[in-house]
């Protein structure tokens, strides 16, 4: 059984920051891309930034430049620092991770359960 525990949301105003984290836990082989998507309320859910297990990283556009994406494979922990925060940035932030549960399976993705952030103007 694996789980991806999410935290870090809150209530924020706009320029602020925040710090999500997310840990995958149980009978964990390896993690491959890990993430974070959002949706907000009326919206379809969208990525806002990968990172593979070697670091390199993909960001949207409405986010670059104001969050940052980075990993501890060691702890199986990826996080999200968001700065300059926007009251769009509202929504609830969901983690992604493809992990592989044994060395020959194929990776199968996981979903956390979801944080809010909401962002006052």
């Known amino acids: 059984q694996v789980q991806l525990v999410e935290s870090g949301g809150g209530l924020v105003q706009a320029g602020g920051s925040l710090r999500l984290a997310c840990v995958a836990s149980?009978?964990?082989?390896?993690?491959?891309?890990m993430g974070w998507y959002r949706q907000a309320p009326g919206k379809e859910r969208e990525l806002v930034a990968r990172?593979?297990?070697?670091?390199?990283?993909h960001y949207a556009d409405s986010v670059k430049g104001r969050f940052t994406i980075s990993r501890d494979n060691a702890k199986n922990t990826v996080y999200l620092q968001m700065n300059s925060l926007k009251p769009e940035d509202t929504a609830v932030y969901y983690c992604?991770?493809?992990?592989?549960?044994?060395?020959?399976?194929?990776?199968?993705?996981?979903w956390g359960q979801g944080t809010q952030v909401t962002v006052s103007s």
């Open positions: 990172i593979d297990s070697g670091g390199s990283t």
């Open positions: 149980g009978s964990i082989f390896s993690i491959n891309d």
């Open positions: 992604n991770a493809d992990i592989r549960l044994y060395p020959l399976r194929r990776p199968d993705d996981y």
